[in-house]
């Protein structure tokens, strides 16, 4: 397989010729890194989060969108489907990279973590990137700066030139789109949690609602969550059978049916006191090949509503 940083920088390319259009702010730091605003300070919209969960699954995944129902209302749903679920969701998608320097705080993600390789996921995919470029997809509610530029070049064996963050708040519709993208990735993580192979997953395709947009970070954390664990749908083709497929799901962890800002308050926002389990799609198909096909989960449309703050006014009696 070709870099999957290579791939992704056709993509961040894209980004850059049609800032504008997807209302996206591109600058350049004094190190020469280039920061692109996807949802800080820039206005970026439903585009601009496809785009950016395409960079962020290095270009490995079909994304769509589709108006969908939720509690009776029409919903905007993104849909992800890939052949190359180990790479594309494990080894680039996951936000797996803390970023914490001084007064900044963030989580990374993208094909730049194949740069260093030092979580467990890309031992057990056997998969290690080598690029001149680095991409790494920042969620933060501020714009990183040349400490964090130089942070992601000195991990991953680049120039500082050849760094590109991408940023978004979880707080802004861009956030809120790519977190609707990660309802297979979650379902790759449960899986390799239960020791499953992740090579052994030939196709994973699935949605979520996007949750509506709050600029309080908090209140944005507990929404984008929710859309997953209560309305994440997940099908997953395999090659080997397992008898722990039912432990994918959100369903079975002990505080289903709480919202997440309320998990998240209970562990004080501090997310290493968070049960793993916790994040999880709400349902899952799991279709061995020339095996039999298990269904897990279900979608809680009623806790989405509530926690998405819908109103009672098309009369279905949320709210």
């Known amino acids: 397989m070709d870099s ?8 961040v390319d894209e980004a850059l010729d049609f800032a504008g259009e997807l209302k996206i702010v591109p600058h350049e730091l004094d190190s020469e890194a280039t920061v692109i605003d996807f949802g800080v300070e820039a206005d970026g919209g439903i585009e601009a989060g496809i785009l950016l969960a395409e960079i962020q699954t290095a270009g490995l995944a079909n994304l769509t969108t589709r ?34 320097f001084d007064d900044f705080e963030g989580l990374g993600s993208g094909p730049a973590r194949a740069l260093v390789g030092r979580e467990t996921e890309f031992e057990r995919v056997g998969y290690y990137d080598e690029s001149e470029f680095a991409t790494l997809a920042v969620e933060s509610a501020s714009l990183p700066d040349d400490a964090i530029a130089e942070h992601a070049a000195d991990l991953a064996g680049v120039d500082t030139s050849g760094v ?16 609707a993208a990660r309802a297979p990735e979650l379902a790759m993580f449960r899986l390799l949690e239960i020791g499953y192979d992740p090579t052994d997953v030939l196709t994973a395709t699935g949605s979520a609602p996007v949750a509506p947009v709050s600029y309080d970070e908090d209140v944005a954390m507990g929404r984008t969550n929710d859309a997953l664990a209560y309305g ?12 722990r497929f039912d432990e994918i799901v959100s369903t079975v962890r002990d505080d289903y049916g709480t919202p997440f800002i309320e998990v998240f308050e209970d562990a004080d926002w501090d997310f290493h006191d968070v049960p793993e389990t916790v994040f999880a799609p709400a349902s899952v198909t799991v279709d061995v090949v020339d095996g039999p096909t298990y269904s897990y989960g279900e979608t809680d449309e009623d806790l989405l509503a509530e926690s998405f703050g819908m109103t009672d006014a098309a009369g279905y009696g949320f709210e």
Not at 4 to 11: G, Q
Not at 232 to 243: H, I, M, P, S, T
């Open 4 to 11: 999957i940083n290579r791939t992704a920088i056709e993509l």
């Open 67 to 100: 108006t969908g129902q939720l509690a009776g209302t029409p919903r905007p749903y993104v849909e992800v489907s890939t052949d190359h679920p180990a790479i594309a969701l494990l080894c680039s998608q996951k936000a797996g990279w803390e970023l914490s």
């Open 232 to 243: 994440g749908e997940v099908y997953l083709q395999v090659a080997r059978d397992d008898d």
């Open 164 to 179: 590109f963050l991408p940023t978004f708040a979880t707080g802004s519709i861009v956030g809120s789109v790519t977190m």
